[in-house]
C-alpha cells in the first residue's frame, strides 16, 4: 500500500478539526453540571409575569366578614398574594408558615381559592386558621390562569407599584425556603 | 410535591356530564376529519396545519366541543400546539389534566370572542410563557434549533466537498512504477512498435 | 441470604472487571502474553458473577421478599407472576443490573467467540469493555444497590405502576438495552483501534456482527416500545417526541450511520476516522441516555425516580468515557490514512450522504430535545420543543434520505453513472407518481404530506425491489434468475428486506398521521354512530374484576354494510394499591386499518365519553420494523460476516496446500 505524501501545510487545521467533537462535548457536558445543580425543579415552569404588572381581576369573597380580592386593592405596599385550595396536600403543609411570613415580612396576605368548594374551603380555614387578610374565590381557575399558575400553591410578591416581583412556585415547608421568600420580600420593598 | 393533578394517568374529574346539563345538549355534530369544509383558502391551509401536526386527541370532551365546526377545527389546531404545562411532553389537546381541560376552554372562548389563532396563542403566551408552545418561536435564542440542522447540513456537505478535492489532489500524482512493472512496460511498448519504444 | 449472595456476586465481578480492564491493556502495551490471556476468562467470569446478581434480584421479586427494599417498592403480592419477574427491570437499580448483565453477555461473547481476532486487538477490546463495566458496577455499589434492605419489612408492597403491568414490559426494556449496550462493543472496538491506531477492512468485518446485532435489537425495542404505547395509552398516538423516546431513536440514527460506513472502511478502506467518531458516538448517545432517565435533568414518562446524586456519578462516567474516547480519537484519528479514491458520485459518494444525513437527523434530535434544558441554564427563558418542530425540521431531511436510498445501492463502486442508474429506476419512479395520482384523487382535501409520504414510500419500495430485480437479472436472463437469487449472498437479502420493510413502515406513518379519523361524543346503550364506513353500536358496560384491578368494560359491536365485523372491549381500569386508572383500549385490526375505542366510566346518568379512531395502514409500521429486524437477523446470519477476514497465514497456507 503507498503511503500518502506529507502534508506539511494542511495537517495544522485538520487536527484542529479532529479536536471539534471533544471540544462540542465538553460544552454539553458542562452544561449538563449546571443543569444538574440547578435546585430548580424540572416540573417548574418559570413564571411569565416576574416583572410585569398583576393581571385584572374581581374576586368574590369567601367569608362573610372578609373581604375578596381585586386588582384595585393591590398597590401601596407590597403584598402577598396566594393561591391554594382545600383538597391541596402541600397547602396544609404550607399553611403553617404563611402566618409566620406574613408577620415577620411585615406585610399584608390575600388568598385565594382555586377551583375549589366554598363550603370546603371556609372548613379548611376554620380547621386550620386564618392567615389571610382578604380572600377571594376563583370557582373556574381562570384568574389562576391569568396569572400563569400550574397548580397550587403559587404565592406571588407583588410590589407596591402593582407589578409582580417573584414567584414562589410550590409550598414553603421549611425554613429555607421561608428565609429565601422573606428575602425576596425584603428585596422587593426597594 | 405540589397540587397540580398530573394530566398522563389521571381522569379528567370534570366530565361533561358533571358541568351543568351539558350531557343533555346535543354535543354537536360528530368532529370526522375526514370530511372537513372547504370553506375559505385559510380555513384551507389551517386544515391543511391542523392535518400536518401530530394527530391523535383522547382528552377533549364531548361537551367541550363548539358547534361550529370552523371554529372547533381552529381550536384543535390551536390545542395540539399549546403544551400542557403540568404534563409530560403532551398538548392540551392530548391530556386529561384538568389545567389542560380548562385552557381547552379558554382556546374555544377566545376563539368565540373573535380572536384570531396568533391572538389566542399571545394570549397564552402572556400568562405561562413561550414555554407553552410545543413549536419554539423563532427568536435569536431558537435560532440554532431552527437554522442549525440546515447549516450544520451545508457546512457538512462543503467538508466533504473540501475531502473529495484533498484526495484528488493526492490522486493526481500517481505512485511511482517499481523496477518490475517499469520493465514489463518498456518490453510491452517495445513490442507495441518498432522504433516507438520508451525514449 | 439470596438477597446477599447477589450483592457479593456483584462485588466480585466488579473487581474480575478490574483485572479485565487493567491487565490486558497493559499486556498488549508491553506484549505480555499471560496479562493478554487474563481477557477471555475475566469476562467470562464476570458474566456468571453479574449472572448470579440478576438471577437473585428476579429471586426476591418472584417471592415476593419484601425485605429487599427495590422490591417493596416495586411490586406487590397480588401481581401475576410474569410482572412479578418483569418488574426486576422495572426499576432503576434493577434496570441497571439489566444494563451490565448484557454488557457482560456481550463481553463474555467476544471474549468466548472472538478467536479469529488478532490477540492484540481482542485484548484490548475487552479491556475497553471491562472498563465500562467497572463504571457502572461501581455506580450500583455506591449509589444504586439492588439488593439494600428493608427492615422491618413491609407487610406488602407498593405495586408496579400499572401502565408497566402488560406483556409490553417483559419486552421493550431487554430488547431495548440489547440495543443500546450492544453499541458498547462497537464503542470497544473503536477505541482498541485507536490505541492501535490501525483500521483496516478485517477491522470493519469483526465489528458489523455486533454493531448489526445491537441494531437489530434496538430497532426492535423502539418498534415495541411504540407499538406499546398505542395499544397501552389510550390516545392512539405511536411516538411523541418525548426526551427518552429521543433519547433511544439518537443512538439509532447513528447507528445505522455505523452500520453503513463500516461497510465503506470494509470494501473500500476508507472513511475511517468518521466510522471511529460516529462508533464513539452512537455509545456516547446511549450513555447520554441514560443520563437523562437517571438524573432528573429532564421530566418524562420514562424518567426513574431522580436523585442529583446518581446524576453526577454517571455524567462522571461519561466525561470519561466519552471525552476520554473523543479525546484519543482527536489524537490518534489523524494519523488514519485513507485507501480507496472514489468520486462523488459512486456508492461510497452515496454512503457518504447517507451518514449526512443520519448525523443531521441525529443532531436534530439531539437539539430539540436538550434545547430546553440549556436555554434554561442560560437563564434564556423557558421554550419547550414538541412534534411540531420535529415534524417541520425532521422529515425534509428524512425524505431526502429516502429518495437516495432507492438509488445509492444502484450505484456501483468508486464511479458511477447517476444518468444511467436514474433510468434503471423509471419504472420506480412511475409507479411512484402513479400513487402518488392515487393518493390525491383518493384522499382529495386530505393534507399534502399524506401523498408526499405515499410517494417517498412507494419509491423506495420500488427502488429496492428494481435493485433486488437487476441482481438476479430477472428480466435480463430470466431463466438464470431462480439460480441466482439462491446464490446471492444473504447480506443482499438483508440489505434488501430491511430497505423494504422501513417502506412499509414509512407508508404505515404516513398513513396513520393523515388520514386517521376520529368520532368523540357521549353514547348511552343503543346508540350507534359510524366512522369511516363502520357502524359502532354502544352495547353498554359491565363491571369486572381482574387478578389486581376492578374495571369498567364496555361493549361495541362493530358492523360494515351490515356484515358483522368485530366486538370491542374497551376497559377502564382501577388498580387498587397505587390508585392509578388505566384506560385500556380495544383494538381491531384488518392489516390495512386499526378500528381503535377508548371508554371512559359512566356519568350519572349513564353516558360514556367514547372516543373511537380509524387509524389508516398503522399496523404496516410494525409489520414494516419486524421486516428491518428480520432484514438485520438475515444479514447476521451471513457466514462471511460472522467469520472475518481469514488471516494471512492461513490463507497462504491454503494457498500452498
Not at chain 2, 167 to 182: F, H, I, Q, V, Y
Not at chain 3, 269 to 274: E, P, R, V
Amino acid at each position: 500500500m503507498t503511503t500518502a505524501p506529507d502534508r506539511p501545510a494542511g495537517t495544522r487545521p485538520r487536527h484542529l478539526l479532529y479536536l471539534l467533537p471533544v471540544v462540542l462535548f465538553v460544552v454539553v457536558a458542562v452544561y449538563f453540571l449546571v443543569a444538574l445543580y440547578s435546585s430548580r425543579d424540572p416540573q417548574e415552569v418559570p413564571s411569565a409575569l416576574v416583572g410585569k404588572p398583576a393581571p385584572g381581576f374581581t374576586l368574590a369573597p369567601l367569608l362573610p366578614d372578609l373581604p375578596g380580592v381585586a386588582r384595585a386593592d393591590l398597590g401601596g405596599s407590597v403584598v402577598l398574594v396566594n393561591f391554594f385550595a382545600s383538597w391541596c396536600v402541600p397547602c396544609r403543609a404550607e399553611h403553617p408558615y404563611l402566618g409566620r411570613i406574613a408577620k415577620d415580612g411585615g406585610l399584608p396576605i390575600f388568598g385565594i381559592v382555586y377551583k375549589d368548594k366554598p363550603d370546603a374551603a371556609r372548613a379548611y380555614l376554620a380547621e386550620l386558621g386564618n392567615p389571610y387578610a382578604r380572600i377571594g374565590m376563583d370557582d373556574s381557575g381562570r384568574t389562576g390562569i391569568d396569572f400563569g399558575i400550574t397548580g397550587v400553591p403559587e404565592t406571588f410578591v407583588l410590589a407596591p407599584d402593582g407589578r409582580i416581583c417573584y414567584r414562589q412556585w410550590g409550598p414553603v415547608t421549611d425554613d429555607d425556603t421561608e428565609q429565601a421568600l422573606l428575602a425576596k420580600i425584603k428585596e422587593c420593598r426597594r | 410535591m405540589r397540587c397540580a393533578l398530573p394530566g398522563f394517568f389521571l381522569d379528567s374529574p370534570a366530565k361533561a356530564g358533571a358541568q351543568g346539563n351539558r350531557h343533555d345538549a346535543d354535543p354537536g355534530p360528530p368532529l370526522s376529519r375526514g370530511n372537513q369544509g372547504k370553506a375559505t383558502t385559510k380555513a384551507m391551509l389551517l386544515l391543511l396545519l391542523a392535518l400536518v401536526l401530530a394527530p391523535p386527541a383522547l382528552a377533549v370532551e364531548p361537551g367541550e366541543m363548539l358547534k361550529d365546526p370552523a371554529l372547533e377545527a381552529r381550536a384543535r389546531a390551536i390545542s395540539e400546539e399549546i403544551r400542557c404545562v403540568v404534563c409530560q411532553n403532551q398538548s392540551i389537546d392530548d391530556s386529561a389534566a384538568d389545567l389542560a381541560a380548562d385552557l381547552r376552554r379558554l382556546v374555544r372562548e377566545r376563539l368565540l370572542a373573535g380572536d384570531s389563532d396568533q391572538q389566542v396563542r399571545d394570549f397564552l403566551v402572556a400568562r405561562y410563557g413561550d414555554f407553552v408552545l410545543l413549536d419554539p418561536p423563532v427568536k435569536p435564542k431558537t435560532w440554532l434549533l431552527w437554522y442549525g440542522p440546515a447549516a450544520i447540513f451545508l457546512l457538512a456537505l462543503a467538508a466533504v466537498a473540501v475531502y473529495f478535492r484533498r484526495r484528488r489532489g493526492a490522486a493526481l500524482a500517481p505512485p511511482p512504477l517499481s523496477a518490475d512493472e517499469a520493465q514489463r512496460l518498456e518490453s510491452l511498448l517495445a513490442d507495441a512498435g518498432e522504433g516507438r519504444g520508451s525514449p | 441470604m439470596i438477597a446477599e449472595l447477589g450483592h457479593f456476586a456483584l462485588v466480585l465481578a466488579l473487581a474480575l472487571a478490574l483485572a479485565q480492564a487493567v491487565l490486558p491493556l497493559a499486556g498488549a502495551a508491553r506484549d505480555n502474553q499471560a496479562w493478554m490471556a487474563v481477557a477471555a476468562p475475566a469476562s467470562q467470569g464476570q458474566l456468571l458473577f453479574i449472572a448470579i446478581a440478576f438471577f437473585a434480584l428476579m429471586q426476591a421479586y418472584v417471592s415476593s421478599d419484601f425485605s429487599v427494599a427495590v422490591v417493596a417498592d416495586n411490586s406487590n403480592s397480588a401481581m401475576p407472576l410474569i410482572y412479578k419477574a418483569a418488574a426486576t427491570w422495572g426499576n432503576h437499580e434493577g434496570s441497571l443490573l439489566l444494563w451490565v448483565l448484557i454488557l457482560a453477555v456481550f463481553g463474555a461473547a467476544v471474549g468466548t467467540f472472538g478467536n479469529n481476532l488478532p490477540p492484540k486487538l481482542k485484548a484490548r477490546v475487552l479491556a475497553v469493555q471491562g472498563l465500562i463495566a467497572v463504571g457502572f458496577l461501581a455506580f450500583m455499589l455506591l449509589t444504586s444497590n439492588p439488593f439494600a434492605r428493608l427492615d422491618p419489612p413491609p407487610a406488602d408492597g407498593a405495586d408496579l405502576n400499572p401502565l408497566l403491568q402488560d406483556p409490553g414490559l417483559a419486552f421493550h426494556p431487554p430488547m431495548l438495552y440489547f440495543g443500546y449496550v450492544g453499541f458498547s462493543m462497537a464503542f470497544s472496538f473503536a477505541v482498541a483501534a485507536l490505541i492501535e491506531g490501525r483500521v483496516d477492512a478485517a477491522w470493519a468485518r469483526w465489528v458489523r456482527p455486533w454493531t448489526l446485532a445491537a441494531w437489530i435489537a434496538l430497532t426492535a425495542g423502539i418498534a415495541g416500545g411504540s407499538w406499546w404505547s398505542y395499544y397501552e395509552l389510550g390516545w392512539g398516538g405511536w411516538w411523541a417526541w418525548d426526551p427518552v423516546e429521543n433519547a433511544s431513536f439518537m443512538p439509532w440514527l447513528l447507528g445505522t450511520a455505523l452500520l453503513h460506513s463500516a461497510i465503506v472502511v470494509e470494501k473500500r478502506d476508507a472513511l475511517k476516522s468518521w466510522t471511529m467518531l460516529l462508533a464513539i458516538l452512537t455509545f456516547a448517545m446511549s450513555l447520554v441516555g441514560t443520563f437523562l432517565v437517571r438524573s432528573g435533568v429532564l421530566t418524562s414518562v420514562h424518567a426513574f425516580a431522580s436523585d442529583p446524586r446518581r446524576g453526577v456519578f454517571i455524567l462522571f462516567l461519561l466525561v470519561i468515557a466519552v471525552g476520554g474516547s473523543l479525546t484519543l480519537f482527536a489524537i490518534r484519528a489523524p494519523s488514519l490514512r485513507d485507501g480507496g479514491l472514489f468520486q462523488p458520485i459512486s456508492r461510497e459518494g452515496s454512503l457518504i450522504l447517507n451518514n449526512l444525513l443520519l448525523a443531521v437527523g441525529g443532531v436534530i434530535v439531539f437539539l430539540g430535545t436538550f434545547m430546553p434544558l440549556f436555554a434554561d441554564v442560560l437563564h434564556a427563558g423557558a421554550i419547550s420543543v414538541g412534534a411540531p418542530y420535529y415534524f417541520l425540521i425532521f422529515n425534509p431531511f428524512a425524505a431526502l434520505l429516502i429518495v437516495v436510498m432507492a438509488v445509492g445501492p444502484l450505484l456501483p463502486w468508486k464511479r458511477a453513472d447517476l444518468a444511467g442508474a436514474l433510468q434503471r429506476l423509471t419504472a420506480a419512479s412511475a409507479a411512484t407518481v402513479v400513487a402518488a395520482g392515487l393518493v390525491w384523487w383518493l384522499k382529495t382535501g386530505g393534507p399534502l404530506f399524506g401523498v408526499l409520504g405515499v410517494a417517498l414510500g412507494v419509491w423506495l419500495l420500488m427502488g429496492t425491489l428494481v435493485e433486488y430485480g437487476e441482481r438476479i437479472g430477472i428480466l435480463r436472463a430470466p431463466g438464470d434468475a431462480w439460480r441466482r437469487a439462491r446464490q446471492l449472498p444473504r447480506a443482499a437479502y438483508g440489505m434488501t428486506l430491511a430497505h423494504a420493510g422501513l417502506a412499509v413502515a414509512i407508508l404505515g406513518m404516513t398513513g396513520s398521521a393523515a388520514w386517521k379519523q376520529e368520532q368523540v361524543l357521549m353514547m348511552r346503550p343503543g346508540d350507534t354512530v359510524s366512522l369511516a364506513g363502520y357502524d359502532y353500536r354502544f352495547d353498554g358496560v359491565a363491571d369486572v374484576a381482574g387478578p389486581n384491578y376492578t374495571a369498567t368494560r364496555g361493549t361495541f359491536t362493530v358492523t360494515k354494510d351490515g356484515t358483522p365485523v368485530t366486538i370491542l372491549h374497551p376497559e377502564k381500569r382501577k388498580y387498587p394499591v397505587q390508585g392509578v386508572p388505566t384506560t385500556e383500549a380495544a383494538i381491531h385490526t384488518n392489516g390495512l386499518a386499526d378500528l381503535y375505542a377508548v371508554i371512559d366510566s359512566p356519568d350519572d346518568a349513564g353516558a360514556v365519553s367514547v372516543h373511537l379512531y380509524h387509524q389508516p395502514l398503522v399496523p404496516w409500521i410494525w409489520a414494516g420494523a419486524v421486516l428491518m429486524a428480520l432484514g438485520g437477523l438475515v444479514s447476521l446470519s451471513d457466514r462471511r460476516l460472522r467469520v472475518g477476514a481469514p488471516s494471512r497465514r492461513t490463507a497462504v497456507a491454503m494457498a500452498r496446500a
